[in-house]
C-alpha cells in the first residue's frame, strides 16, 4: 500500500504540473488576471449596463502628468435637497436599481403633477413616471427632474476617461419651502450635512462591490496628492463641493445680514470637516456674501420671485463700468409671480443697465479670506461680476492661484485674470457645436498659460444638456468608438430595455459623457479633446499650489510711514502710520485737494516688486508707485490713470528700495486720498 500511496502521489504531481504549464500557456497569467481590477466580483443584478470594454488607464504620460477628463460641477445627491421630492430617484439603493430608479410618488400616473418641470421648463410636465426597466420618457436631456446620476452611469463615465468629478453638494432652502412636495427640513445646512455622508455611502456601496474597503473606482479624496495617487491608479477622484444660496445661515432681508463672522468660521471649519475644499459664496439668491450673476428667460423670473420672497429685495441693476456684464435679467412669464404677494410684481429693467449693483459684502470679504486661511478653492460662477473682480482683486494681491470658474457662469473676460493666477477654468456641457465654439474662444489663452480644460454637467442641477444631433447629422457618432486614450472601446448604452444612442437621445444622463466627447471630437476637432484630457493635471495643478501657498511678508507693516498732509479730525486720526498697523477699519487721509503722497521707509533695502492699495471711498483716480533708496531719489515704476478704488495690486520689476512711496495726482472723488491698508512685497 505504502509503493501504490507513493506512486499515487507522483502521479497527481504530474499531472498538477501539466495542468499548470497548460494554464500559463492558455490562461491568464497571475499579472493580467491582476489587471482585471475594474471588474467588481459582485454587482448586483440586475443592473444598468457598462458597455464600456478594455482597461481603465492608468500612471502618467511621458512628462509625469495624469490624465483624464474632469467633470468640475455635478450634483450626484440632489434629490436629497430641495426637500427630497424635486428630482425623483436615486444614486444608488441597497434594495437594487427598480427601487433606486423610479419617479416621485406624485409624478404618477402621468406627470401632471410634476409642478417644477413645467414651472421652469414651460409646457405641462406630463410623461411616463415608469423608469425602470423600459426609461420611455426620463432620463432625457431636456428633463429637469429626473435622476441622471445614478451610479452605473457614472461608472461608465469614468470607464470612458473621466478621472475627477467634482460632487456638489447643494440645495435651496427657498425653493424647498414653496414646492408643495417634500419630505424633509428645508435647513439648507442639514441637506448639506446628509449629501456629504450619503457620498461616503456611495463610496462603501461600490467598495463593497469590489471586495473590501478601499478598492473600488470611486474614492473621495480630500487633498491633490491624494487625488493623484487615486488617478494614477486609474480611479475616480471624487472632490467634495458646496453650492448654495444661504451658506452659514448668511441670508440677507432687506439688505441687512442675518449671519456673523463666528458663523462663517464655524461653517468654513464644519464643512472642511466634511471634506469639502471648494465652494460657492452665493448661488441664486443675493446673500449677506455677495451678489449674485442674474438668472434668464422663465427661469430667470422665477428665481428673481425666489430672491423676494427669500431676501424682501428683488434683483437691482446699474450700468456695468467695465466689458464684463452680468446675464440680462429673464423677463419672460412664469408660473412663479403667483406666488407674490397681491399688488406685488417683478420690476421691469433697463436693457442698458445689466450688472448686480451688489458686489462682496464686508463679511463676505471675510469668508474669501477664511477660505484662503483654510487653503480652500472659491467658486466665482453666479457671482456678480461687480464680486468676481472684487474676489480676482483680492487672490492676486496675496498670489492666491485658488479660483475656478465650473460651468460658463463666469463671464469670458474675466478667464485671463484666473489663468493668470493659476486657477482652473470648464465649460458647461453644452451641445458639441456650441461647446466647440466657447472652447475656441478661449483657446489662444489656454495656449499661451499651458493649461488643460474641463466641463461642468450640472446633471441633477436643473439644467438642459446636449440634444441629439439627428440620426442623420453630419459626423454622427458611429458606434462602437474607442475612447480617447485607445485602450477601450465604448458602445451603445443599455439600461434595462432601453439602448442609449447619443445621436438620437443627446446627453440623457451622466453615462452619455463619453459619447458627447466623442461627438465633441467629431464636431470640433480633435484639439478640443486633447485639451480636455490635460483637464485632470490642470485641476490638480490649481489644487495643489493653493494648497502650498504661502503669505508673502509684507515689508511695510508697523513701519514708519509719512505723507504730505493728514486730514484734520477732532476724534479719529488719520495719520499715515493707519495705512501700516494692520487695522482694516483704520486708514490714512489726505486733505482734499490733488497732488498728495504718502510713504513709508521699510527700514532697510529690499527688492520689491509688489504693492497692493487698500483704498477707501476716497480712492485715486491717477497716481503712481515711485521707489527710492535714500529718500531724496525718486523712481517711478507703476502707475495709472484709471484707477477705481477698491484694492489696487502694482507688479513691476523687482526693484532695489528702502522708501516706497504713493504718489496721487488726480482724485477718484471730491474728498481727498484715503488708505486703509498698504502692502509692500518682495514678490
Not at 368 to 380: D, H, P, Q
Not at 388 to 393: A, H, I, K
Not at 429 to 443: L, N, Q
Not at 537 to 564: I, P
Request: aromatic letters at 10%.
Amino acid at each position: 500500500m505504502a509503493g501504490r500511496s507513493c506512486r499515487s502521489r507522483k502521479n497527481i504531481t504530474v499531472v498538477s504540473v501539466l495542468f499548470l504549464v497548460l494554464a500559463a500557456i492558455l490562461g491568464p497569467t497571475p499579472s493580467s488576471a491582476a489587471t482585471d481590477w475594474w471588474t467588481p466580483t459582485a454587482r448586483p443584478a440586475p443592473d444598468a449596463q457598462i458597455n464600456v470594454t478594455g482597461a481603465p488607464f492608468t500612471g502618467t504620460n511621458s512628462a509625469g502628468e495624469v490624465r483624464g477628463f474632469v467633470d468640475a460641477h455635478n450634483h450626484l445627491f440632489s434629490n436629497e435637497a430641495f426637500g427630497g421630492r424635486l428630482i425623483c430617484g436615486k444614486v444608488y439603493s441597497e434594495a437594487g436599481v427598480a427601487d433606486a430608479l423610479k419617479d416621485c410618488p406624485e409624478h404618477y400616473p402621468d406627470g401632471s403633477l410634476a409642478l417644477f418641470d413645467y414651472i421652469t421648463h414651460g409646457g405641462d410636465g406630463k410623461h411616463d413616471p415608469t423608469g425602470w426597466p423600459t426609461f420611455k420618457d426620463w432620463p432625457a436631456y431636456d428633463s429637469m427632474t429626473h435622476q441622471a446620476n445614478y451610479y452605473a452611469w457614472v461608472e461608465r463615465a469614468w470607464r470612458g476617461g473621466q478621472r475627477v468629478l467634482v460632487n456638489d453638494l447643494v440645495t435651496n432652502g427657498m425653493i424647498c419651502s414653496v414646492y408643495p412636495f417634500k419630505d424633509r427640513s428645508c435647513d439648507e445646512m442639514t441637506s448639506i450635512r446628509l449629501q456629504a455622508r450619503m457620498t461616503y455611502d456611495l463610496q462603501a456601496f461600490v467598495d463593497k462591490m469590489y471586495g473590501g474597503t478601499g478598492k473600488g473606482w470611486f474614492r473621495i479624496v480630500t487633498d491633490s496628492a491624494q487625488a493623484r495617487q487615486v488617478i494614477e491608479e486609474g480611479k475616480l477622484a471624487v472632490v467634495l463641493g458646496v453650492e448654495t444660496s444661504e451658506p452659514f445661515g448668511c441670508k440677507q432681508i432687506l439688505d441687512i445680514g442675518q449671519c456673523s463672522k463666528a458663523d462663517i468660521d464655524k461653517g468654513l471649519d464644519e464643512l472642511y470637516g466634511l471634506g469639502v475644499r471648494s465652494m460657492f459664496l452665493c448661488h441664486k439668491f443675493d446673500n449677506a456674501l455677495c451678489g449674485v450673476r442674474f438668472d434668464e428667460g422663465g427661469l430667470g423670473t422665477a428665481i428673481n420671485v425666489g430672491q423676494f420672497l427669500s431676501t424682501g429685495t428683488f434683483w437691482k441693476t446699474e450700468t456695468c463700468k467695465g466689458p464684463q456684464h452680468d446675464n440680462p435679467i429673464g423677463t419672460a412669464a412664469s408660473e412663479a409671480e403667483a406666488d407674490l404677494p397681491a399688488g406685488t410684481e417683478v420690476p421691469e429693467y433697463d436693457k442698458a443697465a445689466q450688472c448686480n449693483v451688489r458686489g462682496l459684502t464686508d463679511l463676505g470679504e471675510y469668508a474669501v479670506r477664511g477660505m484662503m486661511k483654510r487653503k480652500m478653492m472659491l467658486e466665482v460662477d453666479h457671482m456678480s461680476v461687480k464680486a468676481t473682480g472684487q474676489v480676482l482683486d483680492i487672490f492676486e494681491a496675496a498670489n492666491y492661484p485658488g479660483v475656478l470658474s465650473s460651468h460658463s457662469w463666469m463671464d469670458l473676460n474675466w478667464t485671463e485674470r484666473v489663468y493668470s493666477l493659476g486657477g482652473f477654468v470648464a465649460q458647461y456641457m453644452h451641445g458639441s457645436e456650441g461647446f466647440a465654439a466657447e472652447a475656441k474662444r478661449t483657446d489662444a489663452l489656454r495656449d499661451k498659460y499651458g493649461v488643460g480644460y474641463g466641463f461642468g454637467t450640472d446633471f441633477n442641477g436643473i439644467g438642459d444638456h446636449p440634444a441629439p444631433r439627428g440620426a442623420d447629422a453630419a459626423n454622427k457618432v458611429t458606434y462602437p468608438f474607442k475612447s480617447v486614450d485607445g485602450g477601450s472601446v465604448v458602445d451603445k448604452q443599455t439600461s434595462g430595455q432601453r439602448t442609449f444612442d447619443f445621436n438620437t437621445d443627446g446627453a440623457a444622463h451622466v453615462g452619455m459623457i463619453p459619447d458627447w466627447i466623442e461627438d465633441i471630437r467629431l464636431v470640433g476637432g480633435q484639439g478640443v479633446v486633447d485639451d480636455l484630457f490635460r483637464g485632470a493635471e490642470s485641476y490638480l495643478d490649481t489644487w495643489g499650489t493653493t494648497e502650498r501657498h504661502q503669505a508673502s511678508v509684507n515689508l511695510a507693516s508697523g513701519r514708519t510711514a509719512s505723507a504730505s498732509s493728514s486730514e484734520s479730525n477732532p476724534f479719529t486720526s488719520y495719520q499715515p502710520g493707519r495705512a501700516v498697523d494692520g487695522d482694516d477699519s483704520s486708514r490714512w487721509a489726505s486733505d482734499w485737494s490733488d497732488d498728495q503722497w504718502w510713504q513709508v521707509d521699510l527700514g532697510a533695502t529690499n527688492l520689491v516688486s509688489k504693492v497692493t492699495l487698500r483704498w477707501e471711498r476716497a480712492y485715486g483716480k491717477s497716481y503712481r508707485i515711485e521707489l527710492s533708496t535714500d529718500g531724496t531719489n525718486w523712481q517711478s515704476v507703476w502707475s495709472t490713470t484709471t484707477g477705481d478704488g477698491g484694492l489696487d495690486t502694482a507688479r513691476f520689476t523687482g526693484t532695489p528700495a528702502r522708501y516706497v512711496r504713493v504718489h496721487g495726482l488726480d482724485r477718484g472723488t471730491d474728498w481727498g486720498y484715503s488708505l486703509y491698508e498698504v502692502g509692500v512685497h518682495s514678490g
